[in-house]
Nanobody, 114 residues
Framework: QVQLVESGGGLVQAGGSLRLSCATSGIIFSINYMGWYRQVPGKRELVATI??????NYADSVKGRFTISRDNAKNTVYLQMNSLKPDDTAVYYC?????????WGQGTQVTVSS
């Protein structure tokens, strides 16, 4: 059974930081292309990706502020978010890239106050 469990969200003031974690089980994590997505009503955005080899890519909206990383020994992917803005408010999810509908977890809410 595949499980992706996100954690680390919360309420933070603009300019603050959060570190999200996504613990996975049931997939061969080390070979998977992983991504962090965020969802607001009516829109889902892929914000960061990381290949099995560690190459990363970011949406323009988060470039220079967010850092994605992975620990293959722990089957976990992380998202370090710095200089947060109110526009970053969303539910954040991890999934493979491209996403698989079977793998969506419960997400973690990030709320950035101005």
């Amino acid at each position: 059974q595949v499980q992706l469990v996100e954690s680390g969200g919360g309420l933070v003031q603009a300019g603050g930081s959060l570190r999200l974690s996504c613990a996975t089980s049931g997939i061969i994590f080390s070979i998977n292309y992983m991504g962090w997505y965020r969802q607001v009503p009516g829109k889902r955005e892929l914000v960061a990706t990381i290949t099995s080899g560690g190459a990363t890519n970011y949406a323009d909206s988060v470039k220079g502020r967010f850092t994605i990383s992975r620990d293959n020994a722990k089957n976990t992917v992380y998202l370090q978010m710095n200089s947060l803005k109110p526009d970053d408010t969303a539910v954040y999810y991890c999934n493979i890239v491209p996403s698989d509908y079977r793998y969506w977890g419960q997400g973690t809410q990030v709320t950035v106050s101005s």
